[in-house]
């Protein structure tokens, strides 16, 4: 049987993605603006932006977070590790760091680990917390599994599959071997293929705690919908231009 769910539940679960290069400055605001009224987990938006939607949202629950070494994961240790100072300094609370996956590819453990664990410390000493992206497209399921042992004994916060863009996303099987081979203290988050409230539900299920999604408004509004809840109001013109700063 379905776990029971409320919508704050489920709202909690969405990490709303604002990555996709060519929005505007304007869409990236209205996305933020989106993320509060919806109450979301947390806006994961383009790296120039972050310190304007930290600011958006200060003092509500949802997280400002932006990626790092995003998305083909290739960067230095050491430009990386400053990627992350800058989001930190600029407010991020969550970080998504794409694993180096030429150096995963090649069984060059140590270099992974090495590269995380400098990137952990960095982000948890600050207060803040880490999601670390696999691409699992190019992953063959040992690597897979060793990724979630390494994340493991390190002690990152999430545990996440797939940038959004590489030849697929997020599947079940996949998600499935990650909760498996993570510790109960590591969670999992879903990338790339939640597109529907029912996809959301199905992960759910199997123990997914977030899910990146740009569908989020739909979703939500699905969600609402299910439970008897009416819309949530969209903004008049005056209200959504109010915030404009970037």
Partial sequence: MPKAYDYYAIAKMIDHSLLN??????????????????????VCILPYALKRCAEVLAGSTVQASTTIGFPHGGHTTAVKLAEAQQALDDGGQELDIVINISKARSGDWQYVRSELVALTEMIHRAGAKIKVIF?????????????????????????????????????????ELMRAHSPANVQVKAAGGIRDLDGLLAVREIGVSRVGATRTETMLEDCRKRLGLGPITPPTSAQATSTAGY
């Fill in 21 to 42: 290069p060519t929005l505007t400055t304007r869409e990236l605001e209205e996305g933020c603006a989106l993320a509060l009224r919806y109450n979301v987990a947390s």
């Fill in 135 to 175: 691409e699992n497209a190019y992953q063959d399921d040992a690597a897979k599994i060793r990724l979630c042992e390494i994340c493991g004994e390190i002690g990152v916060d999430w545990v996440k599959t797939s940038t959004g863009y590489a030849p697929s996303g997020a599947t079940m099987a996949d998600l």
